[in-house]
DNA sequence: GCCTTGACGGCAA
DNA sequence: GTTGCCGCCAAGG
């Protein structure tokens, strides 16, 4: 049972990372685990490059598990994303290293039961 | 239709 | 405790 019927797995993704609350951060594997699929790390974070445009999402609040803004380059530059969850008073483990303390701003997406339709049921619309 | 790459994660040495 | 390698799922060429 493939048919979500959504577009791509990539549109899980801007969903779940749509739900980021503000000050928060999270990880491609919590993503992945929230979609189902604990092991598509790499695909969360390959869907996010591939991020057109149009989509309009918090994406500088992703991380990787270490806390290290591995996209950082690809807003231009690491310092805007830096600079952007600075504005959200995302506590910082190493500002010079990029690396946020995840350990006391990590947001579970599985902590939303608004996102529990993404665990594997169908979409909702 | 097949092979390679990729914002990563977990396990082994 | 640190460093390295392999694995997984999806999309692009």
Do not use: K
Request: charged share 25%; with cysteine.
């Amino acid at each position: 049972m493939s048919e979500e019927g959504t577009s791509t797995f990539a549109e899980r993704v801007y969903h779940v990372v749509a739900a980021i609350p503000e000050g928060r951060v999270t990880t491609y594997g919590l993503i992945g685990r929230a979609l189902g699929s604990p092991r598509s790390a790499r695909i969360v974070g390959s869907a996010l490059r591939f991020t057109p445009g149009d989509v309009d999402i918090p994406a500088h609040r992703v991380v990787n598990r270490i806390g290290f803004l591995s996209g950082g380059w690809h807003f231009g530059h690491p310092d805007v994303m830096r600079d952007r969850l600075l504005a959200e008073d995302v506590p910082f483990r190493d500002v010079d290293e990029y690396l946020v303390d995840i350990n006391a701003c990590l947001w579970d997406p599985s902590d939303d039961p608004a996102l529990d339709w993404l665990a594997g049921d169908p979409f909702p619309q």
